[in-house]
């Protein structure tokens, strides 16, 4: 299926090549899982505020509905495109499975550079991109979230849109939402506290002590930023982050407050006063205790893997890491890998917390959220690093493999139609 043709999809599609080889699944079996249920390509003509109008490209890839309906994220990305979206559909089966939620994989977006659009522009873009997604999303069908270039208000704009359609009030048909409006406490700052809580489960299986150590962010949008301060919480210095602009390093700890103000004021790490200019490619390769590629896909290499000098590799992007230097990586024992689908896992953890909250009507503290939350991440890192031990082999190999046999026998048990 040359359609979904992509680097970042070639990349996903090898990953699993590698574990159907694993699990030794039946060539019969394979393509079903590998490729998306459905995929939507939309055009999204928008009126610019000087009247001009401009036709944007949209997509939604749902990759299998055999567990549920679909979940993942909506990003507004430049690059944006179908290929990358599949990727990311298929990437997040694995997840869900992992984490054994009643979804299937999916994602979406549109080809935009949204700092390049008013408040006005991205509310009518997102309004008509829900619009043409509307056959195809709703509680028992597909739900989106939040992603790349997209935020709370975001997802209020696809909730009523979708509301209005449908003549009543629908806040299940989205997650990731204003709280005020249906959405859960401790959601935000999900995913960021979940890479904190499972750097701090890899330390303990690697007796380094978190008072003390060091942490570096490729990322500092809303993933990397909770991720940050989740981990100063617990005594670890920040020495370096970065943005798509550029980063900032400073070894003797970054003032995470001052620079959370300088973000807000500027829109970039890029100028702060607190450490010295770095780019994103010396970034990685900073001596630290622990990395954390929080940014896009592919920018751990086998060009660069050889030279990151971390002892935790914290994967809170999805796909940092291409299998050119998964090789390299397994040949580096000294390097912990947290996979992305176990490591990023916490938003759409919150994700169905919310969805649950909302079809009930019935909504729960913060502390129960976070406590649920990290009951949860602890059995699937116990689960993943036990499969690793037990089976010899990496620990994204390990965490792909349960994700993926897991959806592969509920596909079995449901059988082919007709």
């Known amino acids: 299926m040359t359609v979904y043709q992509h680097p970042t999809f070639d990349m996903a599609a090898h990953q699993f090549d590698l574990v159907a080889d694993h699990l030794d699944i039946p060539v019969n079996d394979r393509d079903r899982l590998k490729f998306p249920k459905r995929a939507l390509t939309v055009a999204i003509p928008v009126r610019r505020d000087d009247g001009s109008v401009r036709v944007f490209a949209g997509y939604r890839v749902q990759h299998h509905l055999t567990l549920g309906p679909t979940k993942g994220g909506v990003r507004y990305h430049p690059d944006v495109c179908l290929g990358d979206v599949a990727a990311l559909a298929m990437w997040m089966s694995w997840k869900c499975a992992l984490m054994n939620l009643p979804y299937g994989g999916a994602k979406g977006g549109v080809a935009v550079d949204p700092r390049q659009l008013s408040l006005g522009e991205l509310e009518r873009l997102t309004r008509r991109y829900t619009q043409e997604l509307i056959p195809f999303i709703g509680p028992q069908i597909d739900i989106p ?19 209005t359609q449908t003549g009543h009030c629908v806040p299940g048909v989205v997650t990731g939402k204003p709280v005020g409006i249906g959405g859960s406490l401790g959601r935000r700052e999900a995913t960021g506290r979940g890479v904190g809580y499972l750097i701090g489960r890899a330390f303990e299986t690697l007796a380094i002590q978190q008072s003390g150590s060091t942490a570096v962010i490729q990322g500092f949008g809303n993933v990397g930023s909770h991720a940050a301060f989740s981990l100063a919480k617990h005594g670890v ?16 700890g970054l003032d995470l407050r001052a620079l959370d103000q300088h973000v807000t004021a500027q829109r970039t790490v890029q100028g702060f006063a607190g450490g010295e200019p770095i780019d994103n490619a010396n970034l990685l390769e900073l001596p630290c205790d622990v990395l954390v590629p929080a940014a896009m896909e592919r920018q751990i290499t086998g060009e660069n893997a050889g030279r990151l000098r971390c002892r935790v590799l914290a994967e809170g992007a999805n796909g940092p890491t291409t299998p050119e230097a998964d090789v390299i990586l397994a040949e580096r024992p000294e390097i912990f890998v947290i996979p992305d689908i176990l490591c990023n896992a916490g938003g759409v953890v919150v994700s169905y917390f919310e969805w649950v909250q909302d079809l009930q009507s019935f909504f729960w503290s913060e502390s129960e959220v976070m406590d649920r939350l990290f009951r949860l991440l602890e059995g699937a890192f116990q689960q993943t690093l036990q499969a690793s031990r037990k089976q010899r082999i990496p620990m994204r190999l390990a965490a792909l493999s349960i994700g993926v046999k897991r959806v592969w026998e509920a596909r079995r048990a449901r059988g082919l139609f007709p």
């Open 145 to 163: 979230a939040p992603d790349l270039g997209t935020n709370e208000q975001t997802m209020a704009w696809m909730m009523d849109t979708y509301s």
């Open 237 to 252: 210095k920040v020495i370096a982050v970065s943005d798509f602009q550029g980063g900032v390093h400073n070894p003797a």
